[in-house]
Every structure is written in structure tokens, then in C-alpha cells.
């Protein structure tokens, strides 16, 4: 296993969030709408979601200039972005390198709607639990932000099996935290979330799962 990377929680830290306004009599039942990835979830109030999930140009540059260098994607590296929403990183990434092989993949019919960027991205409407159908080691990089957990243990175990499976490379990005003030900002404000583990459970998990990828944890501190 790898150790972390420290890719995101930068941006992740530049949005600003009322922890307590969404820890509410209402929250059971927002969750049960979230979980349906739908409009309100990505485009409704900050309650429910996203917000309004929106493109901001160059919001998402960085990052993907960040994956480019660090994992020496040559011409025609092929890439898959497992939950990728609507799109707004592989957007930025194949901006910056359209001699790249993009595929990008949600559970959400709503958020590949109106996802960005068809004409160079292939989408295509995918839970993240379920085989895929590319064979071994297809892919130069397998990334998934924000995705993973939002699956029950056992899914997790699927999916972490078949990144290991269809990539090269990999990078995963999953909500974590360090202390309790952490844990309760997170179970504050996670909408989706199925597997709440600190840092130590995670490693574990992916010890288990023999997934030997790289991976970020970020804190809501």
C-alpha cells in the first residue's frame, strides 16, 4: 500500500460549511433524496446537495494538471474517472491534453445529462460496485474522487478489486478524519456517506482488499 497523496484538500478546505444548519429533523429525509443523485441533489438548495453543481472555468485546472505530471500520462494513455459527476475534472484534463483517451463514469443519469464535454469524453452510466467490462490493466489511471464512500463494505471490497483490476495506476480520494470533532463534522454534514472510517480503518481496509493504489483521505475540520 501506498502512502497518501495531497492532491485536494485544498480544494476541498476552499468551500465553506454550516456543519450544524444541516445536522436537522429534515436531514433523514434529505438523505433518502440524495442518495437518488438526482437535480436536487446536484443543482438544488446547500441542504440537499451540491448547491448547484456548476462548471467554473479553471476551478479544476490544477488538479488535473497534477495527475497529468504525476503519473506520466503519455499520448493516448487511457483514463477512467470512476463517479465522475458532471464531468469538470476530465474536462480540464483533456483541455490540457487532447491526446488523451477519456472515459468517465456515474451512477447518476442526471449528472451525465449534463455532463460537459461529450464530444471528446465518453460517459457512460455505471455503479461503481458492479464489474466492468475492460480487461486487465486497461486503463493507464483509474481515479475516483468522493465516490467510494458512499458504498456499504462489501461494495467497497467489489470496487476496490476492480480499480485494482482494470488499472495500471490508481488514485482514490475517500472522507475520513483524525479526531471526533472531525467525525462529527463529517456525520454533520455527509449526505451519501455509507462507510464513516478514520484514517487507520481505511488503511486497513485497503490492506484487506488488497488494493495497492494511491489514495487521499480529507478532513472536515
Known amino acids: 500500500m501506498k502512502n497518501p497523496k495531497k492532491f485536494i484538500q485544498k480544494i476541498h478546505n476552499s468551500s465553506y460549511r454550516n456543519y450544524l444548519n444541516r445536522m436537522n429533523l429534515k436531514k ?8 437518488k443523485y438526482s437535480k436536487k441533489y446536484w443543482d438544488g438548495s446547500r441542504s440537499e446537495g451540491y448547491g448547484g453543481y456548476k462548471y467554473i472555468p479553471g476551478y479544476w485546472k490544477g488538479l488535473a494538471r497534477k495527475f497529468i505530471n504525476f503519473y506520466k500520462l503519455k499520448k493516448n494513455a487511457k483514463i477512467l474517472d470512476v463517479g465522475c459527476g458532471k464531468g469538470f475534472l476530465l474536462y480540464e484534463i483533456i483541455k490540457l491534453r487532447p ?14 445529462k449534463h455532463a460537459i464535454g461529450k464530444e471528446k469524453i465518453k460517459y457512460k452510466l455505471h455503479k461503481a460496485q458492479k464489474n466492468f467490462k475492460y ?3 486497461y486503463f493507464d489511471l483509474v481515479i475516483s474522487i468522493g465516490t467510494l464512500h458512499n458504498l456499504e463494505i462489501f461494495d467497497l471490497k467489489k470496487s476496490l478489486n476492480e480499480i485494482s483490476r482494470i488499472s495500471k495506476n490508481s488514485y482514490i480520494m475517500v472522507e475520513s478524519y483524525k479526531n471526533n470533532l472531525e467525525l462529527f463534522n463529517l456525520q454533520c454534514w455527509a449526505l451519501t456517506c455509507e462507510s464513516f472510517f478514520s484514517q487507520n480503518e481505511w488503511k486497513w481496509i485497503f490492506k484487506e482488499f488488497k488494493y495497492n493504489g494511491d489514495y487521499e483521505f480529507i478532513f472536515f475540520k
Not at 28 to 35: F, L, N
Not at 104 to 111: E, F, L
Open 28 to 35: 433523514p429525509s434529505i438523505m433518502s433524496e440524495a442518495k
Open 99 to 112: 491526446d488523451l483517451n477519456v472515459t468517465g463514469v456515474d451512477i447518476s443519469y442526471y449528472a451525465l
Open 135 to 137: 480487461k486487465n490493466k
